[in-house]
């Protein structure tokens, strides 16, 4: 029995498929419309797919150029060279807001570790770069950044050792650099790579309800689309369907055929979604969308998730079509649909969103204190709520046009279109209405958790934008006069920070000494007065004692610089002099917390310029366009090796970072599939349509109607839509972030620019579909075969 019941199934659906590919030219276009909507999410499913293994390629290649990692020798400073030894200096930096990667090598043995992605060691002045380092370089746009990287370009640096296709990197052979060697800037290693048994970092729980959340949002459209993509053509089949009926065949045959035409499509749809896959990949190796880009090897689906989502797409097409027929009476003289006399019932649409608040009502306020949330039931319960505007969407539809009255031509053509097919009208919006859904969600929630992971830096961006470190054998006064003089500077602090102990050897109570001209410390402390050969005593609130070295005519004595947690015997002995004065700390001083003494150059004893840490802070001139990356090219004129770093206010966790990144990539990447889906439904209504329209111009009918009854269809469902998905994911939002333990809060200015973006993309779709509107309204139309 049950394998007669498997055989009936088989050769029914085989049947569909052949009237797929055998129905003539309607059959092929109806084909390849569902082919193209399908394969659209196949694609982006694929896409999605290949996420896991783009992640692990692009870790590795990290790990493995990693220079201060397992390579790194132990007491760098002070270790020797080998015949695998390599001197590596850190030139990172960064051009009109790009990261670029630099690394100086100077190998010092013929088995020296060439970086991943280099053939050979470049020469002193010359330099091997990535693809797209190469191409900012050659174009207007590099002109700047030529002349900070003032090499010449011998080479080029392969997949290997770079993170994506849009990196920036380069390698410059270096030349002295065990001078300058301080484990730090410049340091010496034996190979690359980073270590492997570092412990993993936990994750917070709320990092982790965000990336389950991203996930299910993103995908929602994509499976909403597909289900919508399945069911192209939908009247002139069912026209079909009753004829089979009428040679014999039963409604459940008949439905089951009807499966197998959706079968076809999806297969096909499959296949479509595979080739555009691969052109996708091909050009995201040309493409960087928000400072992301990939190789496109790394873009390989796991062989697991794409089986996943070739036998879940068909299998899902063939569902939804039994679905879709349930309420539709097939007869050898036409077809009936049940729902028109019997309206829709609203009880079971309901139960999809309250499920779905059922499965996420056990995890309000855990927050990440009070445990880990369950991955399965957040997945679960964002989907029932997102699903539930699916089926609430027809509903609402159908319950709002059956109450619109007479108005223009326009309207009432719109109006009865949208009465007799309110369900088809749904369909097209649904993907649109769910998208905008957990867009807003997710607004919501990445602002409600978004102080959670940002901190305040403290630093005055007004008075200060680049900090710049400057190497330890270098003159902070000279280095900060040539950079007071460059293009793009409008102030500088120069500064320098070191120490001196009470005794020679064996001190055990050091005192901090900054050293600056009057100008700078002035930055730090509030002096009255201040002149060349000044010292300034600025007390610790904290610890007052600290300062009980600075006595007038003391013996202290300087250290050289130190980085471990006990600092070395001191070394240069300076006599404190008569007359320093007492000064207080800035309430937002360039240097938070520097207390000790405060000294003038012309204080200080002979030789003490290398035991000093020095920085120089810029303020560069906003009216000189590119003062960034000027102050930068005048920094590596100065030294190769002075470290610059850009001031900002805030700070906020990298993971964090990285997962709004990828929300952005993701939710770029539906836009688009929204985009190419609704115009491919609506062009395949309009042709669904095209003798009705065609008839109706050749009795009178003016275009400029039919074209504003288009856009009423469009623009009544999409209102309801949009309605519909503020009110759900405004709660689900609200919901998450009671999950997280955070006030709920609304930025309605966010929240309606999403519903702004889903409107603005279905105004757009509807504009290119006037063209072939307007081809469909010709007398050619009214042709039959």
């Known amino acids: 029995m049950r394998s007669a019941v498997v055989g009936q199934w088989y050769r029914d659906l085989a049947m569909g498929v052949r009237f797929t590919f055998t129905g003539g030219r309607e059959g092929w276009v109806r084909a390849v419309l569902t082919a193209f909507g399908v394969g659209l999410g196949v694609a982006l499913l694929l896409l999605t797919a290949a996420v896991p293994n783009m992640l692990s390629a692009r870790d590795a290649r990290e790990e ?444 055990e109570q050091w005192l901090g000494v900054t050293v600056g001209d009057c100008a700078a410390l002035r930055e730090l402390a509030r002096i009255p007065s201040c002149r060349d050969g000044d010292v300034f005593v600025v007390s610790d609130p904290v610890d007052p004692a600290e300062t009980n070295l600075a006595t007038a005519g003391r013996t202290v004595y300087f250290g050289p610089s130190y980085s471990g947690e006990e600092p070395p015997g001191a070394e240069i002995a300076w006599k404190l002099p008569a007359g320093m004065r007492k000064a207080s700390e800035r309430a937002d001083s360039l240097l938070p917390g520097a207390s000790g003494l405060m000294v003038t150059p012309g204080a200080l004893p002979a030789k003490t310029a290398s035991d000093f840490t020095s920085t120089v802070y810029v303020r560069p001139d906003p009216a000189v366009p590119d003062a960034l990356d000027e102050v930068r090219n005048a920094a590596v004129a100065i030294d190769p090796l002075i470290r610059t770093w850009e001031w900002e206010t805030t700070q906020q966790a990298e993971q964090f970072t990285d997962i709004r990144t990828g929300l952005l990539v993701g939710a770029t990447a539906v836009l688009v599939l929204i985009g190419a889906s609704l115009l491919v439904t609506q062009l395949e209504q309009l042709r669904e349509r095209r003798k009705l329209l065609s008839a109706l111009v050749a009795f009178g009918t003016r275009r400029r109607t039919l074209g504003l009854s288009v856009l009423w269809q469009t623009a009544i469902p999409i209102t309801l839509g949009l309605v519909l998905a503020l009110a759900v994911g405004l709660t689900l939002g609200a919901v998450l972030l009671k999950m997280t333990n955070v006030r709920v809060g609304v930025d309605w200015a966010s929240v309606l620019s999403m519903a702004g973006i889903g409107a603005g993309v279905v105004v757009l779709v509807t504009a290119l579909s006037m063209p072939p509107l307007l081809r469909m309204m010709r007398p050619e139309g009214l042709r039959t075969e």
């Open 64 to 507: 493995a150029r990693q220079d201060r990692g397992i390579g790194y020798l132990e007491n760098n400073t002070e270790s020797k060279p080998t015949d695998r030894s390599l001197l590596i200096a850190d030139t990172d930096t960064e051009y009109r807001y790009q990261e670029i990667r630099g690394r100086l090598l100077e190998p010092e043995g013929a088995d020296a570790p060439l970086p991943p992605g280099v053939a050979k060691f470049p020469a002193p002045g010359e330099m091997v770069v990535s693809p797209a380092l190469s191409e900012l370089l050659r174009s207007d746009a590099g002109k700047l950044l030529r002349e900070r990287l003032p090499y010449k370009t011998v080479g080029t640096v392969g997949q290997a050792g770079l993170i994506g296709s849009g990196d920036l990197t380069y390698y410059a052979g270096g030349k002295g650099l065990a001078e300058r060697l301080d484990g730090s800037v410049v340091a010496r290693i034996d190979r690359f790579g980073s270590s492997t048994d570092q412990p993993e970092e936990e994750v917070d729980p709320i990092l982790l309800l965000l990336i389950v959340v991203v996930f299910a949002v993103l995908l929602m459209p994509v499976a909403v689309f597909i289900a919508t993509a399945v069911r192209f053509g939908g009247e002139r089949r069912d026209r079909r369907l009753a004829a089979l009926r009428l040679v014999g065949s039963d409604s459940r045959m008949t439905r089951r055929i009807a499966a197998g035409e959706a079968l076809a499509g999806s297969v096909l749809g499959l296949l479509f979604g595979t080739g555009f896959f691969l052109i996708g990949r091909e050009v995201a190796g040309s493409v960087e969308v928000f400072g992301v880009s990939v190789f496109p090897s790394d873009l390989n689906p796991s062989p697991g998730l794409a089986l996943l989502v070739a036998l879940a797409v068909p299998a899902a097409a063939v569902l939804v079509t039994l679905f879709a027929l349930r309420g539709v009476v097939i007869e050898p003289l036409g077809v009936v649909r049940t729902a028109k006399p019997a309206r829709r019932r609203l009880w079971w649409r309901l139960l999809l969103p309250l499920g779905g608040l059922a499965l996420l009502y056990p995890m309000l306020g855990q927050g990440s204190e009070n445990g880990e949330f369950n991955e399965y039931l957040v997945t679960s319960g964002v989907v029932l709520l997102l699903f539930g505007i699916t089926a609430l969407l027809p509903w609402a539809v159908e319950a709002f046009v059956a109450r619109l009255g007479s108005g223009a031509v326009s309207w009432q053509l719109a109006v009865r279109r949208l009465q007799l097919s309110s369900g088809s009208a749904a369909r097209m919006v649904n993907g649109i209405a769910v998208a905008v859904a957990g867009a807003i969600a997710l607004q919501m929630l990445f602002a409600g958790v978004e102080g959670r992971f940002t901190a305040s830096t403290g630093k005055d961006t007004s008075r200060a934008r680049l900090e710049l470190a400057l190497p330890q054998d270098g003159s902070v006064t000279a280095i900060g006069e040539k950079l007071r003089r460059a293009k793009g500077v409008a102030t500088t602090a120069a500064l320098s920070t070191s120490q001196v102990a009470a005794t020679a050897k064996d001190p």
